[in-house]
């Protein structure tokens, strides 16, 4: 009797998904229409309102997700290139009414092609982060490092979009969203996935990436790594996932599981 031949992993590309959750990419919304409100600006002028020192690999990524998001309006193409707000992002930016602003906000969470597939699938009840890595590397043509950091983002968004499930409750997944946000880069293909930026160009952009060793009372070390230093509002964010993490990474004791 012979072997079976082991399924094949992916190389090559990811399919395209944004490389930023929903809520970084309404930041970068929000900074862009504090200087240019619904203008049509070049792609290096938005770049720098972000900080980005060229319109290198990691801007271009972050253009990109917001694309993918549908915050983000592109006309012209290569150096003539230039981009608005999308009347989407005016909705979650400025209206006055919060339903409708809630409303953009989950739209936008499932724009992108692969975080509609999840969702149509799972809605709010994803199995583990062991049998999504297995079947976005074996049936969905994820390399695995594009899954490893697809899970997180996706997870995050769907979060922070605060979807609703077939029976109309919000029932928010537990939250893995990554400690440094990759910006995707973007080339004429748009059904492939960018690839990581290099470390020179993450130095061009003036990102300095840190690891950070924090012990434990009972359990070893937490390493935090991750571009510093960062915002204000950037660690408050950080704060408030890790808080919405905590049932999946905090250990209930038979004590207080039972109440008493």
């Given at each position: ?231 204000e509002r950037d660690w408050s964010q950080f704060i408030a996932v890790l808080t919405a993490m905590k049932p999946g990474l905090v250990a209930v004791s038979p004590d207080e599981g039972s109440g008493s």
């Amino acid at each position: 009797m012979s072997e079976s031949t082991p399924a094949k992993k992916p190389k090559g590309r990811s399919p395209a998904y944004p490389s930023i959750n929903l809520e970084t990419a309404i930041q970068r919304a929000r900074q862009l229409y504090d200087k240019e409100r619904h203008y049509l600006t070049p792609m290096s002028t938005i770049a720098s309102h972000w900080g980005y020192r060229s319109l290198n690999g990691a801007a271009v990524g972050a253009i990109a997700a917001l694309k993918k998001y549908g915050l983000l309006d592109q006309e012209g193409a290569g150096q003539d290139r230039k981009a608005k707000l999308s009347e989407l992002a005016d909705v979650i930016l400025v209206h006055p009414d919060e339903v409708k602003r809630k409303a953009a906000i989950r739209e936008a969470a499932l724009r992108p092609p692969t975080h509609r597939e999840m969702w149509e699938k799972y809605h709010n009840h994803l199995p583990s982060e062991q049998n999504l890595l297995w079947e976005l590397t074996r049936d969905r043509g994820f390399t695995e490092t594009g899954a490893k950091e697809f899970i997180p983002i996706y997870r995050a968004t769907i979060a922070f979009a605060q979807l609703e499930d077939d029976n109309g409750t919000s029932e928010p997944a537990p939250t893995l969203a990554p400690l440094e946000f990759r910006d995707d880069r973007e080339d004429d293909d748009e059904d492939s996935q960018p690839e990581r930026p290099s470390t020179r160009e993450r130095r061009q952009a003036g990102e300095t990436a840190k690891s950070y060793n924090i012990p434990l009372i009972d359990n070893g070390a937490i390493t935090v790594e991750g571009q510093f230093p960062v915002t204000e509002r950037d660690w408050s964010q950080f704060i408030a996932v890790l808080t919405a993490m905590k049932p999946g990474l905090v250990a209930v004791s038979p004590d207080e599981g039972s109440g008493s």
